[in-house]
């Protein structure tokens, strides 16, 4: 294994065990990295002055500091460094400490050679891809368009929690793009190459949680006929992003922060656990903040969910961008022929509009100004905005009749999208039945 300078690459290992050093040491040199070794701050901080290392392990519990020391040291001399900490087992508060200080993930106390390695191999694959940009390939397909303000912001800030192993919370309003934005955190990090697994958790239903996440062992329970792998099985290697993460029932959150901390799960039915390394992206359109406060969702599993959160602006904050997203939606959706384009009356309304549905809406408008509009131009009378946009502006100025539809086809909208348009699991986050759902969709005239 050699740098890009043709050079072994070589790791700085930061403990105050001499056996720990030992052990990462001889680990780190059986896959082909030289290593220098330091029981200290002070001495980590003079080996990291002699010269650049390609990646750096240190202890978070130091005799002259602790592992943040380091971190805030390599940051300042070596920005491009990868830092991984090892803590000791159960200290979920000093590995969420460091990744909020940058550290680029965490291996626990006692040491298991197998995770060690893992996080080396992905820590040399992020040097690789910092010194080598055009060698380390294609940063991905996914892009987040817009030249806003605040879509720049979110952009820069993609880039930047690619390079972490770090979990990030991503929070927005229904529609903002929560999904593509964590799609691009995979496709730009070292995991590109494993799989991304999306996963709703407003649509399981709750007595399948357990199960459709961890797995199950055959006879586990009636209808569990084989063995079946669950979401984060599917995901070992890769990036697991869990939707809607509010949504999952407390008991369950308490089997999720085990599995975090662990990275280990027990799919249901079996006697020993599996390890599992995945990295963990979650969102939700509501305040998960506001949720521990109610006693909805767990404080500690918030604390390890949300140690990075990223926010995705809504539509109507960014009005420039809505002409060449929508011009981009319409060639999309044109791709066998030309695209109408926008009237300057068209793209007016588009910019005035509120969007309460955001991209996702503006997807869904455009799509039905295409069906109606009979030219090459699609005008303002084809985009059907006005009755929406007057309830969304203030619905409590419609009469009673409008404004009880207006109340019901939102929650009904809101249901679609947090079920991923799974009209069954929709009718029972809103209580109904199928039936009633299709009926009620029929009556407003939901597509």
Known sequence: ????????????????????????????????????????????????????????????????????????????????????????????????????????????????????????????????????????????????????????????????LARSQAPVHICGESGSGKELAARMIHERSVRADRPFVPVNCGAMPENLVESELFGHRRGAFTGADADHEGFFQAADGGTLFLDEVADLPLVMQVKLLRAIQERRVRPVGATQETAVDVRLISATHRDLAAEVREGRFRQDLFYRLNVIELRMPALREMPEDIGPLAGDILARRCASGTAPRLSAAALRALRDYPFPGNVRELENVLERALALCSGEVIEREDLRLEPVAAAAADPRALPLEDYLASVERQAIVEALDRARYNRTAAARLLGITFRQLRYRMQRLGIE
């Open 1 to 160: 294994m050699k740098n890009v300078e043709g050079q072994a690459p070589r790791a700085l290992v930061v403990d105050d065990e001499a056996d720990i050093r030992e052990l990462v040491a001889l680990t780190l040199s059986r896959m082909g990295l030289e290593c220098s070794c330091a029981g200290s701050v002070a001495e980590a901080t003079a080996l990291l002055a002699e010269g650049p290392h390609t990646l750096c392990l240190t202890d978070m519990r130091l005799p002259d500091g602790d592992g943040l020391a380091v971190i805030a040291q390599a940051a300042r001399t070596h920005p491009q460094m990868p830092v991984a900490v090892i803590t000791a087992y159960g200290s979920a508060e000093n590995a969420v400490a460091a990744l909020k200080a940058g550290a680029f993930d965490y291996v626990t106390k006692p040491l298991q050679v197998a995770q060690l390695r893992s996080v080396v191999r992905a820590a040399l694959r992020l040097s690789q891809a910092a010194a080598d940009p055009v060698a380390s390939g294609p940063v991905g397909a996914t892009v987040l368009a817009g030249d806003s303000e605040p879509i720049r912001v979110a952009r820069a800030m993609i880039e930047r």
